[in-house]
Nanobody
Framework: QVQLVESGGGLVQAGASLRLSCAAS????????MGWFRQAPGKERELVAA????????NYADFVRGRFTGSRDNAKNSVYLQMNSLEPEDSAVYYC????????????????????WGQGTQVTVSS
């Protein structure tokens, strides 16, 4: 079992930045590829960023457009999402997720591949 706890969400104005954190506990964090997903009211949950076990590979949704950066620190059992130039359309609940993986470098974009999920943190961007 892996427990995931997100933090760092909040209410900001358009153009601002936020850094989300996700702290993991339980089994060895470095065994897991990680993902950030988001879900806005009335919409499907969607991928934001996928991060490989070693942090060396990342994939982003098209809407990120270079504004967000996903990273991880295996020594701290944590994964991060730096979000810059936030837009009202980025308002959503943001979730981190973990997937047990053999490959150190693969990333996983399908939410159904993930084994564990955090409870989410709300991000609201006002115009």
């Amino acid at each position: 079992q892996v427990q995931l706890v997100e933090s760092g969400g909040g209410l900001v104005q358009a153009g601002a930045s936020l850094r989300l954190s996700c702290a993991a506990s339980g089994r060895t964090f470095s065994f897991y590829a990680m993902g950030w997903f988001r879900q806005a009211p009335g919409k499907e949950r969607e991928l934001v960023a996928a991060i490989s076990r070693n942090g060396g590979s990342t994939n982003y949704a098209d809407f990120v457009r270079g504004r967000f950066t996903g990273s991880r620190d295996n020594a701290k059992n944590s994964v991060y999402l730096q979000m810059n130039s936030l837009e009202p359309e980025d308002s959503a609940v943001y979730y981190c997720a973990a997937k047990g993986a053999i490959s150190y470098s693969n990333v996983y974009e399908n939410q159904y591949d993930y084994d564990y999920w955090g409870q989410g943190t709300q991000v609201t961007v006002s115009s």
